[in-house]
């Protein structure tokens, strides 16, 4: 902050000092404040000519009483107050000075949230994976055929689709590729189907026999014949953290692009999920169990508390599996890693 070491204004002695007389009413402005707070950038010439007709003839005896290396610095926030002196039968004005002293002000504890990065959400939700159930992947349609012979279709290619369900034209559908089946990493049983995010493609119209024309909008990867189609997930531009009023926990079961550990910012899969009151923006906590290690003394084995490695945030929820994003990370992720719930802060 600008500083001004503002000791006194027009003080005592001065008449000796200056040949100037001290200002009377006479020498103020009609619309002179009585009490003026200095803003950032005033100089002690505009905050003269805030109060006296003639700054200038004023600015000399205003320096003269202030113990100062640089007149052009104040403080910003300071008041300086008009006031009237009466001495000797004659009655002068003065500006005074409040000093700053510090304040204590009390509030709230309010915990802000780390932002994330936008540009990688919005990434993230267009190309998203899905984990579905087998009956979601058997309600799916499928590319029939290209317009042309070409192996494979890209953005803006017209198609030809199946659709299992009724659509109507206009409708934006994700085109995906079965994966492989996800298995829980402790009971083993299947969680769900990883299907691949291929791209979006536009209905356009419907031919007697039920074949689509469908336009691909979005191309993630190579499309092909037999490639899966269902209603596209809406992409929400900006997350909000929500939190469970409830205890949910779960695990994680996969990393994007088959990687064997996550950081911030990557794209992981856990098996909680609508079911378990999941939403777009909700927050989950990562843990990892503590190792099983040999108690020195009694020799037995104990096991060392688990630890809180991460958090994320769920992009798209399915039915009873969500894809989220690392917002936040102490150590890498891994598949078997325990997600819960994170209480409102």
């Known amino acids: 902050m600008r500083a001004l070491w503002l000791v006194g204004l027009f003080v005592a002695g001065l ?15 009609p619309d002179a404040p009585r009490v003026y707070i200095v803003k950032p950038g005033d100089t002690l010439w ?7 007709k003639d700054p200038h003839k004023w600015i000399k005896i205003w320096e003269r009483n202030l113990y100062i290396t640089n007149p ?25 000075i409040e000093r ?23 990434a993230a939700m267009q190309r998203q994976d899905f984990i579905l159930s087998a009956e979601e992947l058997a309600a799916a349609g499928y590319v029939l055929e290209g317009k042309d012979e070409r192996i494979h279709f890209g953005a803006g ?16 559908m994700d085109i995906f590729r079965p994966s492989r089946t996800l298995y829980h990493p402790e009971t083993h049983k299947p969680v769900g189907v990883l299907v691949i995010h291929l791209g979006r493609a536009k209905l356009l119209d419907r031919t007697r026999d039920g074949i689509w024309h469908a336009r ?12 899966r189609l269902q209603p596209a997930h809406p992409v929400v531009p900006r997350l909000e ?50 190792r099983k290690v040999e108690d020195v003394r009694s020799e037995k084995e104990v096991q060392l508390p688990e630890e809180k490695i991460a958090e994320v945030m769920v992009l798209v929820p399915q039915r009873r599996a969500s894809i989220a994003i690392v917002t936040d990370s102490l150590e890498p992720l891994h598949v078997g890693d325990i997600v819960r719930s994170v209480a409102a802060r």
């Open 15 to 29: 008449a000796q000092a200056d040949e100037l007389a001290m200002p009377t009413k006479d020498d103020l402005r």
């Open 46 to 52: 505009d905050i003269a000519a805030r109060f006296f």
């Open 72 to 96: 052009d610095l104040i403080y910003p926030g300071q008041r300086i107050v008009l006031e009237t002196v009466r001495k000797g039968g004659k009655e002068t004005v003065r500006l005074r």
């Open 100 to 122: 700053l002293r510090p304040k204590v002000v009390v509030k709230p504890v309010q915990r802000l949230e780390k932002p994330v990065q936008r540009a990688l959400m919005v």
């Open 157 to 172: 290619d017209l198609i030809y689709v199946r659709l299992a369900r009724p659509a109507k034209p206009g409708m934006l």
């Open 216 to 227: 691909i909008v979005e191309s993630f990867a190579e499309i092909a014949r037999g490639d």
């Open 241 to 290: 953290p929500r939190f469970l009023a409830r205890h949910v926990e779960g695990r994680v079961l996969y990393i994007r692009d088959e990687a064997t550990e996550a950081g911030q910012n990557q794209v992981i899969g856990v098996d909680l999920g609508l079911d378990a009151g999941l939403a777009p923006g909700t927050v989950l906590a990562v843990y990892r169990r503590g």
